[in-house]
């Protein structure tokens, strides 16, 4: 199964991410986790994308097309995959296209998490007072300043993937402020092919 979980920061997309993976026993691809990894490692890559992270920019389509091309040759993904913040705009979804049709391979699914907007800075403040308390680190990006500008990113340049994939017939939205668990049964629901939780 090949995945895309769509929706802006503060949806969800990780823990539904991390759901989809324990239930079909495929893997989490999270750009946004790489590229953290890559920073903290102090890779070429992680140098060039720290400062663009950190104010909420988005790197440059041809770093995480990349990334993602390494990382889908993997072993671990020929099961498949659910992508977590990747594509994120057209070119990255046009690009993802043509490498999953040189292997032969399709998208199953395009699960938009559908959020009231008003309610992501405090998701996020959440999650910082939740790593906060686990003794972790907060993400440099969880701020409310780097916040307006990932918002701001994902408007105008990664909204427009949901008619890109609606047209497509690939589009299954889902109502992301649901509790976790109606949202994780709205995503079964879909990929079961049931119309009562669409
Ligand atoms: P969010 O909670 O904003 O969805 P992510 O963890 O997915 O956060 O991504 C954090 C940051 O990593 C983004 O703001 C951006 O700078 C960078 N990033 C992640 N994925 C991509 C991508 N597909 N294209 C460009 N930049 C990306």
Known sequence: ??????????????????????????VQLSTGDMLRAAVAAGTPIGLKAKELMDRGALVPDE???????????????????????FP???????????????????LDGVIELKVDEG??????????????ERGEKPRADDNAEAMKKRLEAYRS???????????????????????????TQAIDGHLRGSSAHA
């Open 1 to 26: 199964m090949r995945l895309i979980l769509l929706g802006p920061p503060g949806a969800g997309k990780g823990t539904q991410a991390q759901r989809l993976v324990q239930k079909h026993g495929i």
């Open 63 to 85: 770093v995480v097309v990349g990334i993602i091309a390494d990382r889908i040759e993997q072993p671990d993904a020929r099961k498949g995959f659910v992508l977590d913040g």
């Open 88 to 106: 994120r705009t057209v070119a990255q979804a046009e690009s993802l296209e043509r490498l999953l049709a040189e292997r032969g391979h399709k």
């Open 119 to 132: 309610m992501l800075l405090g998701r996020i403040e959440k999650r910082v007072r939740e790593m906060t």
């Open 157 to 183: 340049q990664t909204a427009p993937l949901s008619d890109h994939y609606r047209g497509k017939g690939l589009l299954k939205p889902v109502d992301g402020m649901a509790p976790i668990d109606a949202v």
